[in-house]
């Protein structure tokens, strides 16, 4: 059974015999949907099956937040901006996940690259996002090169802002005291 989960892995979500699915398995959908998506500029044909592959991994797990942002991203790419879908792509991986120590800088940046399209709440959750990112020490480097690739006028504005805020100065209030450090939420309020 090892083995046929290995080969849908790796595979591109599932191991096949003839016409049958055997072991399918979300991750293996998200990998060959990013390979898809790599090229700077990927064609039609590779967004439209690399929206198809993050379908059919949400259909297996549709907790999947790699999926949920890679339709965002998608999104974005057809339409040269964040249209209300993307967004609600976003949002869903927010609501799935807050702070998500493996595509959570990633997630930042496209947040700011796309800030004059998000409503509030998003911005917010990519705000608390940050600044909850800038309390581990790995996710405050993660956090810092997202941060400074930031392009977009208003997005790179913000990603200055948080550079100083949350990264570069650590007595920021919400970091300063432990009884603040200790509280749950209290590093994601201000």
Do not use: C
Request: aromatic share 6%; charged share 25%.
């Amino acid at each position: 059974m090892a083995l046929l989960h290995l080969i849908a892995l790796l595979g591109g979500g599932a191991a096949k015999i003839g016409g049958l699915r055997f072991a399918v398995i979300g991750a293996g959908y998200s990998r060959e949907g990013e390979r898809l998506l790599a090229p700077d500029i990927p064609s039609s044909a590779a967004m439209d099956r690399a929206e198809q592959l993050s379908q059919l991994a949400l259909d297996e797990f549709p907790y999947d937040t790699s999926s949920w942002t890679r339709l965002a991203y998608i999104d974005r790419l057809r339409h040269g901006h964040l249209t209300q879908t993307g967004a609600s792509a976003l949002a869903r991986s927010y609501d799935l996940v807050a702070v998500d120590p493996n595509i959570g800088a990633w997630r930042v940046h496209f947040a700011l690259e796309n800030w004059d399209k998000l409503p509030k709440s998003l911005k917010e959750s990519a705000r608390e996002e940050a600044e909850a990112m800038a309390t581990d020490g790995s996710g405050k480097v993660k956090l810092r090169a997202a941060l400074k690739a930031v392009r977009a006028p208003v997005g790179a504005t913000l990603a200055a802002l948080w550079l100083q805020r949350y990264v570069a100065n650590p007595s920021y209030p919400e970091h300063s005291t432990p009884e603040k450090a200790a509280k749950p939420g209290s590093l994601l309020k201000d």
